[in-house]
T-cell receptor, first 115, second 112 residues
Framework: ETGVTQTPRHLVMGMTNKKSLKCEQH?????MYWYKQSAKKPLELMFV???????ENNSVPSRFSPECPNSSHLFLHLHTLQPEDSALYLC??????????????FGAGTRLSVL | AQSVTQLGSHVSVSEGALVLLRCNYS??????LFWYVQYPNQGLQLLLK??????LVKGINGFEAEFKKSETSFHLTKPSAHMSDAAEYFC??????????FGTGTRLQVFP
């Protein structure tokens, strides 16, 4: 139990669907991250929230829309995805903001398949 | 720009043998360096980190890594592999904007 919970663990969706990924952290951290993990590629940082304010958006297509309603919850809203968006989506959190020296704690991820 | 290179996408060792996973980095500033491990169907978990204190860093599960500035390396070692060490290992370096740059990972297989 890492203290970071992601739901669902697996998701299959069509290209016209709308779905959301949820992440919840029970660690009292104030920074949260979305990463995309694809086979044979480095983890790609998608979004960072610090104190509920988005501080990083790495040229992610608009079909991915993050939401951070409070410091414990992070969502990734998905719509009209493409097959190349199939990947493992990881959520992470870290204490005291997004300083790189801070350890990031990861959830188990949501395995997304876009048909 | 910061980058991380992990040599060898797959490493296989026998149980009880030395584990050596290689990581080289490039950084324009003194780096923070990390090794994370990912077990099947799980997220990443921190093994150890270097933050400019001792150059030999000890982590969990008997792993350690040595920061060598002259070689820009941060290789991960364990004297004796255990079956439970089979996993994917990621090296990461911080960049000046406090972002973590990850390598592509090395999958470790341990044979009995």
């Amino acid at each position: 139990e890492t203290g970071v919970t992601q739901t669902p663990r697996h998701l299959v969706m069509g290209m016209t669907n709308k779905k959301s990924l949820k992440c919840e952290q029970h660690l009292g951290h104030n920074a949260m991250y979305w990463y995309k993990q694809s086979a044979k590629k480095p983890l790609e940082l998608m979004f960072v929230y610090s104190l509920e304010e988005r501080v990083e958006n790495n040229s992610v297509p608009s079909r991915f829309s993050p939401e951070c309603p409070n410091s414990s919850h992070l969502f990734l809203h998905l719509h009209t995805l493409q097959p190349e968006d199939s990947a493992l989506y990881l959520c992470a959190s870290s204490p005291r903001g997004r300083l790189a020296k801070n350890i990031q704690y990861f959830g188990a991820g949501t395995r997304l398949s876009v048909l | 720009a910061q980058s991380v290179t992990q040599l060898g996408s797959h490493v296989s060792v026998s149980e009880g043998a030395l584990v050596l996973l290689r990581c080289n980095y490039s950084s324009s500033v003194p780096p923070y360096l990390f090794w994370y491990v990912q077990y099947p169907n799980q997220g990443l978990q921190l093994l150890l980190k270097y933050t400019s204190a001792a150059t030999l860093v000890k982590g969990i599960n008997g792993f350690e890594a040595e920061f060598k500035k002259s070689e820009t390396s941060f290789h991960l070692t364990k004297p004796s592999a255990h079956m439970s060490d089979a996993a994917e290992y990621f090296c990461a370096v911080s960049d000046p904007t406090d972002k973590l740059i990850f390598g592509t990972g090395t999958r470790l297989q341990v044979f009995p």
